[in-house]
């Protein structure tokens, strides 16, 4: 009788264990671009549920602080964030509103994604002065294929901080992303290699490591300086280079009208080509990698 009631006392503890460790199953991460969100979801598999609040048609550098995000963050376990001052705008208002500790830079649940990335473009003084927005180097890094495999590393860092038990199971998940990346990277760059060395023009300074890794030149922007709209005097002196130097090319992002874009190739007799930023800039970019096969295609397109 004593036995009988002895089990049923543990039987209900241990249903009361699984069923508190299954609402606790899914860790809640929040990101700020879905590049980091797609990397994440790739880590944690089905047992993280990634939301990003940057869509990958936005600028980046430029998001409305929506009081929906601040809900999203004080509920998070892991935030993860492009960091140097890409989001400088928007970020440190909602994770103060969202008073969650866990996420607050310093905290467990705090990824900088750039730790370890090997940045370009850092200037050797930071200011603001002239308008600049990239005044720690250039954050744009999640643009090298091979600089998502040092973002994954401190994605499974925090995740592994904040559900340890399942290390194992982000650990083969990391391994997967680091084999497949290295094994596309070299198809990217194995596709791209004819056109090393190709002359390019961009409209804001966002390409200096995808142009490092695929063996791109990109010689000027019709932004006079990161964030400052382009000035008819920019315009005229890229005209110039691009007779000059025979460049045929000028890459946007979707997010900048292509009016300058377009008077300039005009001018130049050039071409304006569209390259995604991000995972979801259009409905054929689902995933990380796809971000690439993406670009890498329409480069190649353009450069044929
Ligand atoms: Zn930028």
């Known amino acids: 009788m004593m036995n009988k009631r002895v089990t049923l006392l543990l039987l209900l503890l241990l249903f009361c264990l699984l069923s508190s460790s299954s609402t606790l199953a899914q860790l809640k991460v929040v990101t700020t671009m879905t590049d980091l969100q797609s990397i994440t979801s790739m880590i944690g598999g089905d047992k993280v549920d990634v939301f990003a609040i940057a869509t990958g048609f936005q600028n980046p550098h430029f998001v409305d602080p929506k009081p929906s995000y601040i809900m999203k963050l004080s509920r998070a376990d892991v935030f993860v964030t492009v960091g140097l001052d890409l989001e400088i705008g928007w970020v440190l208002p ?22 370890n990335v090997p940045l370009l473009q850092v200037p050797t003084s930071a200011s603001r002065a002239q308008g600049d927005i990239h005044i720690y180097g250039n954050p744009h890094y999640w643009l090298d294929p091979l600089n998502g495999k040092v973002i994954a590393r401190n994605i499974f860092d925090a995740l592994v901080r904040a559900d340890p038990d399942r290390r194992s199971f982000y650990e083969a998940n ?39 890794r695929f063996g ?38 979707p997010y900048f009208t292509a009016e300058s874009a377009d008077m300039v190739a005009r001018n130049a007799g050039g071409k304006v080509v569209t390259l995604a930023t991000s995972v979801g800039a259009n409905e054929q970019i689902k995933t990380y990698y796809d971000l690439f096969d993406y670009n890498v295609s329409q480069l190649f397109e353009a450069l044929r």
Do not use: C
């Open 216 to 253: 791109l030149q990109i010689v000027d922007f019709l932004e006079p300086k990161p964030g400052i709209p382009p000035t008819p005097s920019q315009l005229f002196k890229v005209i110039n280079e691009m007779k000059r130097d025979h460049i045929k090319i000028i890459i946007i992002s």
């Open 174 to 212: 990391l391994m997967k992303f680091n084999e497949t990346i290295d094994a596309k990277a070299r198809e990217w760059t194995e596709k791209l290699r004819p056109y090393s060395g190709t002359k390019i023009i961009a409209y804001h300074n966002e390409w200096p490591y995808f142009e490092q």
């Open 94 to 115: 909602l994770l103060n509103s969202a008073r969650n500790s866990k996420i607050q830079k310093g905290g467990d649940g705090y990824v900088d994604a750039s730790i």
